[in-house]
C-alpha cells in the first residue's frame, strides 16, 4: 500500500504537470488509465483480506496506526545524508552513532547513499539553476516529484495533517528515501548518458568505478569474528535444544511458549518481537504456540492465563492438549527460575535445556487420568 500510493500520487502529478505544459488531454486521460489499473490491481491482490474481515468482522488490534508514529516515523531530510552504524568506514559509523545519540525521533534507514546523494544534488542543482534563470519550464519533472514526497511525507507535513483527521495508513513515510532515491538514480542515469559517448572506455571506466563506491558505500560492515563465533553458537544451541525436544515429546505435540507474546510487531521485555519462531526454523514436527494474528478474540485466552494462578494456568494449558512449557529466560526478570520451581513442584521435573543457556523446555508429566483431546474431526 505504501508503494502503490505513492506510485499513484506520482503518476498523477506528472500528469498534472505535462497537462499544465502541453495542454495534452489524451495524455492526461493515460494517466487516469494508468492509476485505474494500479488500483485495480491493490484490489485484486486484496480481496481475500478484504472478504475474510467481511466475514469475520474488523480485527481492530492487528493495523495500529496512531498519530504519534506519523510523527516519530516521518520522512526527514536530514536522515538521507545519515550512514548506517554498520559502515564499512569507521569515520562514518562514529557520525551514525553520534547522531543516533542526538536524535529525538527514530529512523528505519534513509540513507541515500554516496552516489545516491550526488544524483540528489546534481538533480537539486539543475532544478536551483533553473529557477535562477527564470526558467520553471526547464525544472525537471523529477525534482517536483521528490518535492511532493518532501512535502507530504516530513515529519509534520501534509501526511501529519491528514493524520488529524483519522487517516493514519502512512505511518513509517521515511520509507520513502527508496523512492526518492530511485528517482535522483533514474535522473542523473539519463542526464549522464546524453553527456557520455555510448561504449567508450570513459564511460565503462566510470560505471565500474561507481560500481566499486556503491558496493563499498552500501554493503554492510561484515561481523567481526566474535560476531561471528557468538552467531554460531547460538545456532547450534538452538538446533541441538529442539533435538532434544523432539527426542523426548511424541510427534506433533504442541508447546505452549512464555512469555506470552502477540504477533506480530509486539515484543515483550527482553525478548524481540519474533524470537519465539526460533524453534519453529529447526523442528521437523513440534506445534507452537506463538504465531496466531494479534486483535482476533480465538487467542485471547493465553493472555487470560496471566491472571490465574501458575497451576491453574498449566493446568488450563494441559487441558488444551499442550505436552510441554518453553519458556524464554530473557521474558522475565529471575530468569525463569521461580516458574520452573513452581513446575517442579508439580511434578514436571523432565527439563531440557540449551546450550547458552537462554531457553528451557518443561516436559509435562503423564497423567494416568488424562484424557486423549480429538483435535479434529
Known sequence: VYYTGIFCQLVLLGGIVTFVRT???????????IIAASALAFGLMNLDSWFYRLEHGANSGALVREYKWLEIYGLKIVD?????????WNAFRAFS?????????QDEGSYLGLVGISALLLLAGTSIFAVIRRRSQDIPLEAWQILWIVLFFSTGGLNAFTGLFGFTMFRAACRYSIIILAIALMYSALKLTKLGEKGSVLSMFAAAAMSLIILWDQVPRPPTARETESIARQVASD?????????????????FQIPVMDFPEAPAPGVPPYDHFRP???????RFSFGSMKGRPREQWQRDL??????DAVSQIRNRGFKAIYINRNGFPDKG????ETLRSLGHAEVV??????????????????KPIKLFP
Do not use: W
Open 280 to 286: 519453529y526454523l529447526y523442528s521437523d514436527h513440534l
Open 97 to 105: 552513532e553520534h547522531h543516533a545519540g542526538e536524535a529525538v525521533l
Open 23 to 33: 495542454r495534452s488531454i489524451p495524455a492526461f486521460i493515460s494517466v487516469l488509465c
Open 239 to 255: 538446533r541441538s535444544f529442539v533435538s532434544a525436544m523432539e527426542a523426548v515429546l511424541p510427534k506433533n505435540a504442541m508447546v
Open 306 to 311: 496471566a491472571k490465574l494462578p501458575l497451576t
Open 337 to 340: 527460575q521461580g516458574i520452573e
Open 353 to 370: 535445556n540449551s546450550q547458552e543457556g537462554d531457553l528451557v523446555c518443561v516436559i509435562f508429566a503423564p497423567d494416568p487420568l488424562e
Open 80 to 88: 538521507l545524508f545519515i550512514p548506517p552504524i554498520v559502515h564499512q
